[in-house]
């Protein structure tokens, strides 16, 4: 038994005025999305508790069968898994922004101009000598992740970065009294100043001011967190799985899940990605997994910028996309990680619509995948963190509990 | 954006025989009711877990977001704050009984004839020197507040109070062998046997042995309750809120949870209370807070007193006066509390409907409030303590967990 869990981020939300107070999902034209409510069992989700906004993170741990308030340590360990550092439980994730140093040590831009440094500047920050071990990768534009190792390291440390220009790096302090963050601010400020030193008069830089572009002679840290242990899910549920997506947060939740991340090409996250190649992807992994999560971000991006009519265009355009993995895989759940009104911008606490169609599922009369139909739908209301045991049962993964 | 949380003290109920087995809301004309369930999201609530029937007290923690099986610890330190008494969590809250003892000792009246003591009573008792500072405060009728304050103190002791007549003052025994117990048990005896010593011959129990009316030359304990800490909703929520409440119990709980009490002149809790004077208050309140707690209670007593058709009447009569908060709050919540059947006249465990109005909500096709027209909602099943975060959730009040 195969199953894809397609997760559609953000795409549920409030009645619009300007779609005649319907929602996207229910003004626009999707039959597949229809297909998969009308021939399953549909329900509302709330991914975390009712009326909590989740993030892309905190969600995607729950629709894994994981407790967020359990394993939840912060953004930082899950984005430097996203872009691909090899984590273990224990180590000290840092999200990190290249950023212009004026002369006099002052923060002239938090960004350095937007433009990213090159695989040489990054070489040179590895090449640097820590007396632990650590990790550094760059990322997307001018971010990058720095992930320290060791016995005796703590997460209880504060922000480098000071979040405003015009002034200097701050010097990192342990948030409590522990030897622990002692050692972990100390090893910070050491890593700051030979970061400084080492960048300072690196050729690219020199390159960089040449024509004009802020040089990044300076990384700022910021969002200590420590590395979760996540069961596996093969260890956990006994299944094999892989994720398709562009979302560094949702790739570095599935990652630390056990899950193969599948880098797609063109997979951008915005409504220009590679959907068919996101597609196709995912069908090629059913090859080699019992499940494969479909991350598609675009939805999202387009409430936080307001843009209704293009939303539920977006919509329509997946769901063309979608009608490909109809005859796929045994099982398909349409599912969405939280609500992001229009009207807001932002996520929202509001309950998603789900719907999981597959042999044995108790079909319910809902006929359209949206908010409000799939409020009268078989599955009732869920929360997150049972929509995969739910499939896993249908899919006979399960064990009893009990005899 | 300001909301009003309407609560009907036991309104929902089960079907009954003398109602042509409605309802008291399914037969009750009830417009303002209605029209807040067709302009809004229902559902059906459990204020704690399915089944369990709640208490006055523990519902409302639930409503106003807080775990009653964590926080609560006897209705004690709720009826002592809603009485007014400024308590600290960690004081030891007792409810108080004036009573009559004979000259032998025994109790002979067990509410000291139900007829109030007075202020100088009060005076008297409040005069007496413990080893620790005590709080005392008349209540309702025959009933008083009494609140030990200080560092060693254990609630976990005996009543005073035999619950019944013809017997002696019951030491105060220690319920477990910590210091803190025998400490509290010790202090406890000294107040009983000073309380004794000071009303026996005060003056006004002259003059009421006088006129034919029991002394109340005595104070019966029971209940004995920790004030537990409630993280005030100001810091757990970023929300001001006021109440507006006869009951103590809950004016207590709103007390605890950082809420300003209103007190409206008139406002007894009963059918004759002051309803005008309470949505008065309400509105008035809304100038200075964003969440207003309208309590109703009458609807329970009548549940207690088994008249189905008062109930009804009451329901009518309430709903009027509720018209006039239909333009003033952006939100407005009809919830009750929990059931009180009138076959039982007890609280049960059975869920009860419940409706929010406002901007952004998913409005449903729900027509009527009562019981088995919110089952259809597009809120489905949730629990007590789900209610607010879903309100602040469409009042922009709640921070993202996760990234």
Redesign the interface.
Known sequence: MKAVLIICDGMAD??VPALGNL?PLEAAEKPTMDLIAREGICG?MYA????????????HLALLGYD?YQV?T??GPFEAAGAGLELRPGDVAFRANYATLDKGGLIIDRRAGRVPPTQRIEDAVRKIKLPVKFLFKNTVGHRAAFVLRGRGLSAAVSDTDPHETGKPVQPCKPLNQTAAARKTAKIVNMFTQKVRKTLANHPENLERASKGIPPANILLLRGAGVVPYLEPIQQKYGISGACVAAAA?VKGVCKLAGMEVIEVEGATGNVRTNLKGKIFATIDALQRHDLVLLHIKAFDELSHDRKAQEKKNFIEQVDKHLAELLDKADFLVLAIDHTT?I??G??????VPVAICGPGVRKDDIQRFD??SC??GGL??IRGRDLLPLLLNLMGKLKKFGA
């Open positions: 409030r009645p929602t509302l975390l508790d009712p009326g909590i906004p989740p993030g892309s993170d905190t969600a967020p939840y912060g953004r947060l009104p009207e807001l932002e996520h929202s606490g509001d309950a908010e409000r409020a009268k009732g209301v």
